[in-house]
């Protein structure tokens, strides 16, 4: 099955710097990419997504890349603010959607 | 809100009861999907619906678990004779067809003591 592996697990920013958390999936006919925020006991909320004929994407502060042939997507926040702190899962899907997440990682802003 | 709701929103048992959860879509989201979530780890996929049909099923998903989605609206989990192990977040989203996007509920903690 699909292996989504995400680095790193946590990451301490100061505000207004760049965070960015990269992941790699495993099976070559992953078509669809989605990442996900969670804050401490809300569900997960889909923030971005990329399909694979798509090498870039962005939205206002946030943007995903994707190399389809290193089987790595990359998730890019910039100008971060306080309200950027919370869990970020990356995930990979293939067919119906049936989604692998990776561990996630913890973003903390600084102040 | 995305409108996903799930019931309940926590359940404490003792080990060796059964336990069953429920989902309520966004209405016309054929797509249903359940995930279990520990401290610490992302969510992992237990299984999907279309519809009312059952297409997939996780090997995560021992005999002691079941779901259902009789109607092709809301779907239930049991869990029967629960183990210390079931303890974790129990999540449902859903998708509609010809999107990509999966909205997820706010889960329901369960709790074996």
């Known amino acids: 099955g699909e292996n989504v592996e995400q680095h790193p697990s946590t990451l301490s920013v100061q505000e207004g710097d760049s965070a960015v958390i990269k992941c790699t999936y495993s099976?070559?006919?992953?078509?669809?990419f989605p990442w996900y925020k969670q804050e401490l006991g809300k569900r997960p909320q889909l923030i971005i997504d990329i399909r694979s004929n798509v090498g870039e994407k962005k939205d206002q502060r946030i943007a995903v890349t994707l190399n389809k042939t290193a089987k790595h997507f990359s998730l890019h926040i910039t100008e971060t603010q306080p309200e950027d702190s919370a869990v970020y899962f990356c995930?990979?899907?293939?067919?119906?959607?049936?989604?692998?997440f990776g561990a996630g990682t913890t973003v903390t802003v600084r102040a | 809100d995305t409108g996903v709701s799930q019931d309940p929103r926590h359940k404490i048992t003792k080990r060796g009861q059964n336990v069953t959860f429920r989902c309520d879509p966004i209405?016309?989201?054929?797509?249903l999907y359940w995930y279990r979530q520990t401290l610490g780890q992302g969510p992992e996929f237990l299984t999907y619906f279309q519809n009312e049909a059952q297409l997939e099923k996780s090997r995560l998903l021992s005999d002691r678990f079941s779901a259902e989605r009789p109607k092709g609206s809301f779907s239930t989990l049991e869990i029967q004779r629960t183990e210390q192990g079931d303890s974790a977040m129990y999540l449902c989203a859903c998708r509609a067809s010809g999107t990509d996007t999966q909205y997820f509920g706010p889960g329901t903690r369960l709790t074996v003591l």
């Open positions: 995930a990979a899907g293939l067919g119906d959607y049936k989604l692998s």
């Open positions: 099976d070559s006919a992953s078509n669809y």
């Open positions: 209405s016309e989201h054929n797509r």
